[in-house]
């Protein structure tokens, strides 16, 4: 089983992804192909600074944990945000979730982990849907999220979507 960062710049698609738990990705995306998800996979939820449109206010942060509960295969209703068609996806099963606002911040800890090997230049390979995390930055990842992390259910409308929140 390998883990994934799945990345998400955008309140709608991260809405979508916690309501209906599961994820889409676009055609030309790159998760494509050998590091796509696949059923049994782990993933660590992300969300940019982007993703709550307020990024000199917010931080970057891992703030969720899944199990990708099917393959990633071709949709068969199409997915689009903002424009984009999303194409593919599979099924998660979201673990826990960390309240709005916590988890934990990627950028603090990006000289720590393997899969940064330019803690200078990260940010460069946050530009994807998956990104696939070594076994040691996983478990590393892991750890420092789960203090954090509440059931899925009571956290989920932390997350939903109000023009308020942005």
Same mark, same amino acid.
């Given at each position: 089983m390998a883990a994934h960062l799945i990345i998400i710049g955008g309140h709608e698609p991260l809405a979508w992804v916690l309501d209906n738990? !599961?994820?889409a990705f676009s055609a030309g995306s790159r998760s494509q192909g050998a590091a796509a998800p696949a059923k049994g996979d782990e993933i660590l939820l992300? =969300? =940019? !600074?982007?993703c709550f449109r307020r990024p000199t206010r917010n931080r970057g942060r891992i703030m969720g944990l899944a199990t990708v509960t099917s393959e990633t295969a071709p949709l068969a209703d199409k997915v689009v945000f903002g424009g984009r068609r999303f194409t593919t996806g599979c099924t998660l099963r979201v673990h826990g979730l960390a309240p709005r606002g916590e988890g934990v911040v990627l950028a603090d800890l990006v =000289?720590?982990?393997e899969v940064f090997p330019d803690p200078r230049h990260w940010s460069l390979r946050m530009r994807r849907a998956s990104l696939q995390l070594p076994d =040691?930055?996983?478990d590393f990842l892991r750890r420092?999220?789960?203090p954090t992390l509440r059931p899925y259910r009571s956290v989920l409308g932390e997350y939903a979507f109000s023009p308020a929140l942005t």
């Amino acid at each position: 089983m390998a883990a994934h960062l799945i990345i998400i710049g955008g309140h709608e698609p991260l809405a979508w992804v916690l309501d209906n738990q !599961r994820m889409a990705f676009s055609a030309g995306s790159r998760s494509q192909g050998a590091a796509a998800p696949a059923k049994g996979d782990e993933i660590l939820l992300y =969300t =940019t !600074r982007d993703c709550f449109r307020r990024p000199t206010r917010n931080r970057g942060r891992i703030m969720g944990l899944a199990t990708v509960t099917s393959e990633t295969a071709p949709l068969a209703d199409k997915v689009v945000f903002g424009g984009r068609r999303f194409t593919t996806g599979c099924t998660l099963r979201v673990h826990g979730l960390a309240p709005r606002g916590e988890g934990v911040v990627l950028a603090d800890l990006v =000289t720590q982990l393997e899969v940064f090997p330019d803690p200078r230049h990260w940010s460069l390979r946050m530009r994807r849907a998956s990104l696939q995390l070594p076994d =040691t930055d996983a478990d590393f990842l892991r750890r420092e999220l789960q203090p954090t992390l509440r059931p899925y259910r009571s956290v989920l409308g932390e997350y939903a979507f109000s023009p308020a929140l942005t």
